[in-house]
Antibody, heavy 123, light 106 residues
Framework: QVHLQESGPGLVKPSGTLSLTCAVSGGSISSSNWWSWVRQPPGKGLEWIGEIYHSGSTNYNPSLKSRVTISMDNSKNQFSLNLSSVTAADTAVYYC????????????????WGQGTLVTVSS | EIVLTQSPGTLSLSPGERATLSCRASQSVSSVLSSYLAWYQQKPGQAPRLLIYDVSSRATGIPARFSGSGSGTDFTLTISRLEPEDFAVYYCQQGSFGGGTKVEIK
């Protein structure tokens, strides 16, 4: 069973950079899956932020692309999110998740999630 | 970019009743992606959980009362008989996520 755990500061100042790490256990991030970040502002819906493949390829939400960087550290079996120039609108619960490969159709879906971590942007 | 619109926003039902949730895509996808749609359930304070993938396949451990259907731009999640633990928010996903439907106890 794959387990994901987010970690990082719960409070970030406006204009600063939000940095989170997702530690993966029970599976290798070098496997053929996408490793993703999803966020959820308080009381609102889910927003996909971006993802990274074991090869290092990345995809980002166009609305956040200019501010987002996702990277991975195979030696530590973890991946990270950096979101720059944050504002109060970036306050949210941030989830890391695995997009696993489903054999039938060859599509990828979010099959394992971390518990989420609340990040508040405030001075 | 395809936008997913879910309706209704809130569904008020009693345990034992049937729930029908809708997800409409702003444009149809190619035949290669025609089966690409998932449904997730999220309870308060919890991460989302995968319920349905490839439009109609149930994820591991998901009860048979959950079923998915649809094609093109119109997709449906049906819960045949609501159990107390089914009252939650449901999201469809095809790349991005829909806005969600809250199923609440009437």
């Amino acid at each position: 069973q794959v387990h994901l755990q987010e970690s990082g500061p719960g409070l970030v100042k406006p204009s600063g950079t939000l940095s989170l790490t997702c530690a993966v256990s029970g599976g290798s991030i070098s496997s053929s899956n996408w490793w993703s970040w999803v966020r959820q502002p308080p009381g609102k819906g889910l927003e996909w932020i971006g993802e990274i493949y074991h090869s290092g390829s990345t995809n980002y939400n166009p609305s956040l692309k200019s501010r987002v960087t996702i990277s991975m550290d195979n030696s530590k079996n973890q991946f990270s999110l950096n979101l720059s120039s944050v504002t109060a609108a970036d306050t949210a619960v941030y989830y890391c998740a695995r997009k696993g490969f489903f054999l039938g159709s060859g599509h990828y879906y979010f099959d394992f999630w971390g518990q989420g971590t609340l990040v508040t942007v405030s001075s | 970019e395809i936008v997913l619109t879910q309706s209704p926003g809130t569904l008020s039902l009693s345990p034992g009743e049937r729930a029908t949730l809708s997800c409409r895509a702003s444009q149809s996808v190619s035949s290669v992606l025609s089966s690409y749609l998932a449904w997730y359930q999220q309870k308060p304070g919890q991460a989302p959980r995968l319920l349905i993938y490839d439009v109609s396949s149930r994820a591991t451990g998901i009860p048979a009362r959950f079923s998915g259907s649809g094609s093109g731009t119109d997709f449906t999640l049906t819960i045949s008989r609501l159990e107390p633990e089914d009252f939650a928010v449901y999201y469809c996903q095809q790349g991005s996520f829909g806005g969600g439907t809250k199923v609440e106890i009437k």
